[in-house]
């Protein structure tokens, strides 16, 4: 029996490995304008608005050549990007059994639809929920709650898939199951701390239970 209407995915280390691409796109902007060599860690800790709030607060009077700047590198430097192996074929898969599909993630409007264009996978989602279309960012709801008013679903019919804290926060606070995806997770041990309802280490292993439920 189908136990799933609508799946939602996180984008960077869910969907694609754009993790190291984020960094060197950040660490370039920071060495040319700030004159530092910031580190992942210290990168990492500024997620969570889009990438845009992130560059205007690093100099506000600079901001629209620190933008140009950043999509330049960014999208200049994609080959430093994939989709992880098996992540196409279970998008596909999913169209196919008609459940509804998914972006919500953290990134702007302009980088996601960067990485989800060169990755080839920006026609398999009905709806594109990125960091600009919302007022509160993850871990607020806010996004989830936009998908499932926008398809009139219910609540326990629909998953969101990612590999932060913010992702399970967010879950819960819109009322749906949440699968922690461990296979590239900045916060692994944080996300396993909060206790998902579901957790995978491998695409297959996400696969293999997404085909049971859909």
Same mark, same amino acid.
């Given at each position: 029996?189908?136990?799933?209407?609508?799946?939602?995915?996180?984008?960077?280390?869910?969907?694609?490995?754009?993790?190291?691409?984020?960094?060197?796109?950040?660490?370039?902007?920071? @060495?040319?304008? %700030?004159? #530092?060599?910031? *580190?992942?860690?210290?990168?990492? =800790?500024? /997620?969570?608005?889009?990438?845009?709030?992130?560059?205007?607060?690093?100099?506000?009077?600079?901001?629209?050549?620190?933008?140009?700047?950043?999509?330049?590198?960014?999208?200049?430097?994609?080959?430093?990007?994939?989709?992880?192996?098996?992540? @196409?074929?279970? %998008?596909? #898969?999913?169209? *196919?059994?008609?459940?509804?599909? =998914?972006? /919500?993630?953290?990134?702007?409007?302009?980088?996601?639809?960067?990485?989800?264009?060169?990755?080839?996978?920006?026609?398999?989602?009905?709806?594109?929920?990125?960091?600009?279309?919302?007022?509160?960012?993850?871990?607020?709801?806010?996004?989830?709650?936009?998908? %499932?008013?926008?398809?009139?679903?219910?609540?326990?019919?629909?998953?969101?898939?990612?590999?932060?804290?913010?992702?399970?926060?967010?879950?819960?606070?819109?009322?749906?199951?949440?699968?922690?995806?461990?296979?590239?997770?900045?916060?692994?041990?944080?996300?396993?701390?909060?206790?998902?309802?579901?957790?995978?280490?491998?695409?297959?292993?996400?696969?293999?239970?997404?085909?049971?439920?859909?």
């Amino acid at each position: 029996m189908k136990t799933l209407d609508g799946i939602i995915f996180d984008v960077d280390g869910t969907l694609t490995s754009t993790n190291d691409l984020i960094f060197e796109s950040f660490r370039y902007v920071s @060495k040319k304008y %700030l004159n #530092i060599n910031p *580190r992942n860690e210290e990168i990492a =800790a500024l /997620f969570g608005p889009p990438e845009d709030v992130i560059l205007k607060d690093m100099s506000a009077d600079k901001y629209e050549e620190i933008k140009k700047d950043y999509y330049d590198f960014y999208t200049k430097n994609h080959h430093l990007a994939d989709l992880y192996p098996g992540i @196409k074929e279970l %998008l596909e #898969i999913i169209k *196919r059994h008609n459940v509804f599909l =998914a972006i /919500f993630t953290g990134k702007g409007k302009q980088a996601a639809t960067i990485t989800l264009q060169k990755l080839g996978i920006i026609d398999l989602f009905d709806s594109i929920i990125t960091g600009d279309d919302v007022k509160k960012h993850k871990p607020s709801g806010e996004g989830i709650l936009k998908f %499932l008013n926008e398809f009139n679903l219910e609540k326990d019919r629909v998953l969101m898939v990612g590999d932060s804290t913010g992702d399970i926060k967010a879950s819960r606070e819109a009322g749906i199951k949440v699968a922690s995806v461990l296979w590239d997770s900045l916060t692994k041990e944080k996300v396993l701390k909060l206790g998902s309802d579901y957790v995978f280490y491998t695409v297959e292993e996400l696969k293999k239970f997404i085909l049971q439920n859909i």
